[in-house]
């Protein structure tokens, strides 16, 4: 699931020019014949089309419009690059909404994704579990400095490790999605229905990484924890308590945690697709040899479909399935005080810290979600990563930029994920390709 970008663009991580806001963003649908591409494997030439808001006009004419086929070619040429059966771009800024469908949602196929196509969300779904530890938070129903024992007994070092800490990365934990084990079982039984208790257990069957609270490290076991944390001191499942806490107020009509029972995404969705066996997706190993990475570019070779695999082993971690246009919603809400109430949208906020301390230019973590800074501006975002799908959705509150983008292939044949190596060109698009002024900065959060 996401998480462990690793040296694969950790958590989307990249110096960037300051962001600034999109301008109108108004183009007509192209064809193929507009731009021109070859087929990957058996699927069809990656065909994009390209929807904005209609009415809207440009804040200033002095303002230089982003170059929407030049970004359109782009997400076109990056799909294609990467081999990527389908992808789709949102991008949403007080100008406009713009939105680019590329490829198929499944090999062999014509249908395009779009906006409301369902697709794994992986470990977006963190930032959800995360809300609602906050949500209890205010509520005063837990406090974020409570051992994780007082809710869940056989943590080793339970009796040290904090809700904070679990929240933040800072547990020292062993992650479970790093143990072999777990990919050969996916691999082996891909429709397996996991319980937390199993996943816990594999976990605890290593040495913990450091001490709690000394040192950040990805982690998958913080979430499953919290995970159940949330159904013991909420007193209802986890799925019911995303939908009447989250989902629902929200109107994400689209999105859902599924049943532990259940390996369906709901129509319409998106078929996800992985080179190899599911360990490439979960920790980064082994790398592709040269001769797979030749089939696969020669058309001989076809990436595995992991549709199917049934993501109870990821649950509070990445469990969810969404749509973009529910996604946008999300990390809108969000990162803006709508999901928490003023003092605990403070505390979300200053939650981000360094993850390497020597680094002072690297990504910032908090409870539950990521942070850069370039110039004046920041940026909330959070990552996906499972077998079959990649995604990231973030907000750039000083711009009102919004934008979300999902790809059906996890990683490239040369290991870099996909949604994240096409996101860092749809900024470098929007923001530097095509600048306009910045805007001023945001008025401290009340």
Not at 67 to 74: C, P, T, V
Not at 130 to 157: C, F, H, R, T, W
Not at 284 to 297: D, L
Request: net charge neutral; glycine share 8%.
């Amino acid at each position: 699931m996401q998480g462990q970008l690793r040296s694969r663009l950790k958590h989307g991580r990249r110096q960037i020019a300051s962001f600034v806001a999109g301008a109108v963003l108004m183009i007509a649908p192209c064809s193929a014949e507009q731009i021109p591409s070859t087929p990957i494997s058996t699927a069809p030439a990656p065909v994009a089309s390209a929807t904005a808001s209609a009415g809207v006009r440009a804040s200033s004419s002095a303002l230089k419009p982003i170059d929407q086929l030049s970004l359109q070619s782009m997400v076109i040429t990056t799909v294609k690059e990467l081999l990527v059966p389908g992808a789709v771009v949102l991008l949403r800024t007080p100008q406009g909404e713009f939105t680019v469908n590329c490829g198929t949602t499944q090999l062999g196929t014509t249908t395009p994704p779009r906006a409301d196509t369902h697709f794994r969300i992986a470990s977006n779904t963190k930032t959800m579990t995360a809300a609602i530890i906050m949500q209890l938070a205010q509520e005063d129903k837990l406090s974020l400095g409570d051992p994780v024992s007082k809710y869940v007994s056989g943590v080793p070092n339970g009796d040290k490790i904090t809700i904070a800490e679990l929240l933040e990365m800072r547990s020292g934990l062993y992650n479970y999605t790093d143990a072999p084990e777990l990919s050969a079982s996916l691999d082996r039984e891909p429709t397996k229905l996991w319980t937390p208790g199993e996943l816990l257990d594999m976990a605890f069957k290593h040495p913990v990484n450091a001490p709690p609270g000394t040192a950040f490290q990805y982690d998958n076991t913080n979430y499953t924890l919290l995970g159940l944390v949330v159904e013991k001191v909420d007193g209802r499942p986890l799925s019911k308590a995303m939908q009447d806490r989250l989902f629902g107020p929200l109107g994400m009509t689209s999105t859902m945690l599924p049943a532990s029972t259940s390996n369906v995404i709901p129509k319409p969705f998106s078929h996800g697709y992985l080179y190899g066996s599911s360990s490439v997706a979960l920790s980064g190993t082994p790398p592709y040899s040269p001769e797979v990475q030749a089939a696969a570019r020669a058309g001989t070779l076809l990436p595995k479909d992991y549709t199917d695999e049934n993501h109870s082993f990821a649950a509070a971690a990445g469990g969810v399935t969404s749509t973009a246009g529910d996604l946008a919603t999300w990390i809108r809400a969000l990162s803006t005080g709508r999901v928490l109430k003023a003092e605990y949208q403070r505390r979300w906020l200053n939650s981000v810290q360094l993850e390497d301390p020597n680094n002072p230019e690297g990504t910032r973590y908090g409870y539950g979600i990521a942070q850069m800074h370039w110039g004046p501006n920041s940026y909330y975002y959070h990552g996906g990563e499972t077998p079959g799908y990649n995604s990231f959705i973030g907000y750039d509150p000083t711009n009102q930029v919004t934008l979300v983008v999902w790809t059906n292939l996890t990683v490239s044949l040369d290991q870099t994920l996909t949604a994240n190596a096409l996101m860092l060109k749809v900024l470098d698009q929007i923001y530097v390709v095509s600048p306009i002024p910045p805007s001023p900065a945001p008025t401290a959060t009340p």
